[in-house]
């Protein structure tokens, strides 16, 4: 009996635990103030924004391009720890990638999701912001031809964690995901791979981790509608991302 009781005990002791465990990397003690910057891309824009509803201590504003890129001033920028990146613009002036820069240089954190990647065509500068580039046309690179990237629809993940320990994937487990592929696409040497794929038509890695000037970034490719938006390892990723750039 006494066994049993025992079991018992320590059954509900380590579902507390988990659950206190959970909670703490779902919670911040401090709110954290974010900008969602979309435009260039469509997307299931009510299920997108119910994944950010439901993280607690934090507050968002949409800030949608044209006019998105007018909000790397200090006196806008200074309102936010954070800028999340769901767009794909391709327009942004000289003075508008000083100010992005001069942001870097202060430590703003940046977080992009999936279609960013391929943000910026024609601006070569945005590669070492983001740590990579999604190409929708050939391309070379020291002396060598690449093909445009690649994607596909409807495609199952299995999505591998490559760093245990760095505090986006702290927690998390390998899981999977039908969600959209990137192939042939670039990354910057120097970056910390976070998730892996196996997936023959994906590129690799799947998301990462580095600084630019001060900065804390993370790109991460999967989010492409609301099967990624729901899924409760996808969302975590997504909150812990921003508590890292953050610097929570």
């Not at 579902?15 to 974010?34: E, R």
């Not at 000083?98 to 590669?127: I, R």
């Not at 580095?210 to 909150?239: E, F």
Request: charged share 20%.
């Amino acid at each position: 009996m006494k066994v049993k009781m025992m079991k018992k005990i320590l059954s509900a002791c380590c579902a507390i635990f988990i659950s206190l465990f959970v909670a703490g990397c779902q919670h911040t003690t401090d709110k954290l103030d974010i900008y969602l910057v979309t435009g260039g891309h469509d997307f299931e824009r009510e299920l997108f924004f119910a994944m950010f509803d439901s993280y607690h201590n934090l507050d968002y504003t949409e800030i949608s391009h044209p006019g998105a890129n007018d909000y790397y001033t200090p006196e806008k920028a200074g309102l936010v720890d954070v800028f999340v990146f769901y767009d794909m613009a391709q327009e942004i002036s000289s003075e508008q990638k000083t100010a992005l820069f001069n942001l870097l240089a202060q430590g703003k954190g940046l977080v992009f999701l999936h279609h960013s990647l391929a943000a910026y065509q024609n601006w070569d500068d945005f590669e070492k912001i983001i740590g990579g580039h999604y190409h929708e046309q050939p391309f070379s690179r020291d002396g060598q031809q690449f093909p445009a990237s690649t994607y596909k629809h409807d495609v199952e993940m299995d999505l591998h964690i490559s760093n245990a320990n760095h505090p986006v994937t702290a927690g998390l487990t390998d899981f999977n995901l039908i969600d959209e592929v990137y192939g042939g696409f670039s990354v910057l040497s120097g970056i910390t791979p976070l998730l892996t794929t196996t997936h023959p038509e994906c590129g690799n890695p799947v998301a990462w981790a580095h600084t630019c000037g001060k900065s804390r970034i993370v790109y991460i490719l999967p989010g492409h509608d609301h099967v990624a938006y729901a899924d409760d390892n996808y969302r975590r990723l997504v909150w812990q991302a921003i508590c890292w750039a953050a610097n929570k």
